[in-house]
């Protein structure tokens, strides 16, 4: 018979019931005592839910109250000791180090200020997971009372036999770094980890495990060789201690393993080995014909990172070709990776437009769908005759929606030239009728677009969403937001003044709720950090712009304002990839069609009398493939164009804008350069001002504004701070290509900061503007 397997689930429950009980124990609103308790709640819940959906192979040791990662930081007492010395209860010492703890002096203990182990993104999902950070002459332990142990033995007393997920030591160590000061190389310490990872096998076999999932998908990224070296005596001590441990299932995900084939014979005396086919499915013959003699192959089948149905037509034919090479002993089908990067379920979903609900599959939902796909494999199709119908009616229902084949859209998209992505003119033309048209002075001072989203436009923008307040009334109460902004920022005497984007409620959503192709849920949270959750927009269909969506807002802003007006809009690129994408079409033509949408508004805020216009692309670099070579270019190719198109329908005086979020341009300075941007902001403020060097190598002949403040912190640089940073900052580039604004939008602060900030940058600007 063919089992079918669940990798992870997602551990914050219906209702995000893990964030509110962390944030009201971090709030001293419940005892320790009843998190661990509704911890426990959660686990079962989801032991309970997977096990009734008919799933085989149920993980343990996936949920976690913070990140899995940090999990093994204590699993392996690999605490750094600013913590460790402070002797807290396990769970504080755990939360100190994902998210920072401060706490005054009392009797009986000193007082604690340490900062939070650094946070970076997951492979190229938006869940971000705690650093591992070694010291030199660091060692290892095995954590008292295991968590992996615990939580298998907590799911086997409720009549849940589980395989346990553990991080694979050479992912652990890999995806870890030197601590602050200390030049050890993490995976040099692997003969230091591997008896701590016997040692729990052994425990785990001991508990009564039959299997266990060693996840090590840091196969799927381009290694470096000492990495790639680390696997073959990691494995081979694993595979040494067969017949003590469980069975080792290694599993990867979220690319293909086929460029680390080299690799392999290491893994081979494994039992099974797990690959990501939605992601790569063309990886499927060449693994097979690598895989061991008696291996069992896990198939990944159902998109552990997107909301869509499994197509079970297709995913049955995958999993019948592996089964026709290795028969039904030895293959699993499996989701493609941890459900933990989609919804918990889409019966929390009460007002989605029954059409595109149809298409949907939340993780309750996958979960039911892996025990239908194995069951049609073990059994033949006609053991699950009703469900492939549902499933082949819903598929065809998608395929043929009016949505999915706008012709219009298609038409337009059909009649895009090569030449809609340029500029009339190069950057020197375009240069000089700026100059004119906009008369700025030498360092122009603005800010990133959006002002303090203070209590009152929340509380408005609610009452609204309610209906307890007419659009006729939300509007002339933007607006009265609108001319305050302005009327701040004259008085600051910045130079380019923006409308504070009082009017959106995030950078993505305010654009997706005004295109047509986009749907939004009520419940569809996932995990981002911690017990930070996002709930991205869904794009369902052909997107198009039935009206203008910033145009009045910017009028406005401009028809009360004495200064150049900047134009705000969200670039293709960072809406594309802060939403969940279709999978049915690539995501070059998506982002197509969200530029063609952009470029009518650009073009309507020209017309409108907005002569600056930013295009914010905050996502471009996250985008990035996780391999170099052709994805990554083709990547960046189309994520280019999809810019350009965007924003090359204006005329030469009008300026174009692009901001990004970060100041790592080094590896893809030429795709920033490509944009043709005529001014870039970027974070700049905590970076060196050496990142800038590369301007100047490679003669980014464009203007540039280098963040001169953190927009995280209330904390107000003075004006000889800034200075410094400007002064830094001429080392690199030109007087005449400098802008002076904060490293992003002010959204977050409080006015009483925000207005002393940008005192001191405007005058720091005015000091080298007399200066040159
Ligand atoms: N214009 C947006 C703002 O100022 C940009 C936000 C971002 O880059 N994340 O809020
Ligand atoms: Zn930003």
């Known amino acids: 018979m063919v089992q079918s397997a669940v990798l992870g689930f997602p551990r914050m429950g219906e209702n995000r019931d893990l964030k509110k009980a962390t944030e009201a124990y971090w709030g001293g609103k419940i005892s320790q005592q009843d998190l661990l308790a509704e911890g426990k709640r959660l686990r079962l819940a989801h032991w309970k839910i997977q096990k009734a959906a008919g799933v085989d192979i149920i993980p343990s040791n996936d949920f976690s109250f913070y990140d899995h990662v940090l999990d093994h930081i204590q699993l392996f007492t690999a605490v750094p000791e600013r913590y460790s010395k402070h002797k807290l209860a396990p769970i504080d010492e755990f939360f100190a180090m994902g998210r920072g703890h401060q706490k005054p002096a009392t009797e009986n203990q000193s007082a604690v200020d340490v900062p939070a182990l650094e946070m970076v993104k997951w492979f190229d999902s938006n869940y971000h997971y705690v650093k591992p950070t070694f010291q030199d002459g660091q060692t290892f332990k095995l954590q ?33 770094k030197a601590d602050r000061g200390q030049s050890v190389d993490p995976i040099s310490l692997l003969d230091k980890l591997l008896p701590v990872y016997e040692e729990l096998l052994v425990k785990l076999k001991e508990a009564g495990a039959e299997t266990v999932q060693i996840d090590e998908p840091i196969l799927v990224l381009d290694l470096a060789p000492k990495i790639k070296a680390a696997f073959k005596p990691a494995y081979e001590k694993i595979s040494s201690l067969s017949g003590k441990i469980p069975e080792v299932v290694l599993a990867t995900y979220f690319g293909d393993i086929v460029h680390n084939f080299d690799v392999l014979p290491a893994l081979q005396s494994l039992y099974a080995l797990h690959v990501d086919l939605v992601r790569h499915p063309e990886q499927l013959e060449p693994v097979i014909a690598k895989l061991g003699a008696k291996q069992t192959l896990s198939v990944g089948v159902v998109d552990g990172r997107n909301i869509w149905k499994t197509n079970f037509q297709r995913a049955i034919a995958t999993v019948e070709a592996a089964i026709h090479k290795l028969g039904k002993e030895r293959v699993i089908v499996s989701s493609s990776s941890s459900l933990l990067h989609v919804p918990h379920t889409l019966d929390s979903e009460k007002k989605l437009d029954a059409e595109v609900k149809d298409w949907f599959s939340f993780a309750i939902q996958k979960a039911g769908e892996l025990a239908v796909i194995a069951k049609a494999v073990t059994e033949g199709p006609a053991a699950v005759r009703e469900q492939l119908e549902a499933n082949a009616k819903s598929m065809e229902s998608r395929a043929s929606s009016k949505r999915t084949n706008d012709p219009a859209v ?49 509380i408005q923008r609610n009452k609204f969403a309610k209906g307890e307040i007419t659009a006729e009334q939300y509007e002339r109460f933007i607006e009265k937001e609108i001319e305050e902004v302005v009327r701040i920022q004259e008085e600051l005497d910045l130079d380019v003044l923006v409308h504070g984007e009082p009017e959106r409620n995030d950078m993505v959503q305010y654009f997706g709720e005004r295109l047509t192709g986009y749907v939004f849920t009520t419940h569809a949270w996932v995990q981002s950090y911690g017990s930070r959750c996002v709930r991205p927009p869904i794009i369902v269909g052909d997107i198009s712009r039935p009206a203008p969506m910033t145009v009045k807002e910017s009028k406005f802003a401009a028809s009360v304002a004495k200064k150049p007006m900047k134009g705000m809009l969200t670039g293709p690129i960072t809406c594309l990839r802060w939403s969940f994408p279709r999978d049915d079409v690539h995501q070059s033509v998506q982002a197509q069609q969200l530029a063609l949408a952009l470029r009518d508004e650009v073009v309507d805020l020209e017309a409108a009398g907005i002569y600056v216009i930013q295009v914010d692309e905050p996502a471009l670099r996250e985008g990035l493939p996780l391999r170099a070579g052709t994805e990554r270019e083709k990547y960046l190719q189309w994520a280019v164009q999809s810019f350009r198109l965007s924003t090359a329908g204006v005329e030469d005086s009008t300026q174009i804008h692009s901001h990004f979020c970060y100041s790592e341009f080094q590896d893809f300075f030429h795709a920033i350069a490509a944009l043709d941007a005529d001014v870039l902001s970027i974070e700049n403020s905590k970076s060196d001002a050496k990142l800038l060097k590369v301007f100047v190598d490679e003669s980014y002949p464009r203007h540039i504004g280098p963040g001169v403040f953190d927009i995280h912190s209330p904390r107000v640089p003075s004006e000889e701070e800034i200075k410094t940073r400007i002064e830094e900052m001429i080392q690199y580039l030109k007087p005449e290509q400098l802008w002076i604004n904060p490293d992003c939008g002010l959204k977050t602060r409080q006015w009483a900061e925000t207005k002393l900030q940008l005192t001191n940058m405007v005058n720091a600007a005015k000091f080298y503007r007399q200066k040159f």
């Open 144 to 176: 008292p009372s295991p968590k992996p142990v615990n939580d298998f033995l907590e799911a086997k007393e409720a009549g849940v036999v589980t395989r346990p997920v553990i991080l694979g030591p050479v992912s652990f160590l890999a995806l870890g």
């Open 410 to 458: 298609k038409e337009r998209q059909a009649k895009v030239t090569e030449g809609m992505h340029d500029r009339k003119s190069g950057f020197d033309v375009r240069y000089a009728e700026q100059k004119k048209h906009l008369s700025l002075p030498l360092f122009p001072t603005t800010t990133i677009g959006s002002f303090p989203q203070t209590k009152e436009i929340r």
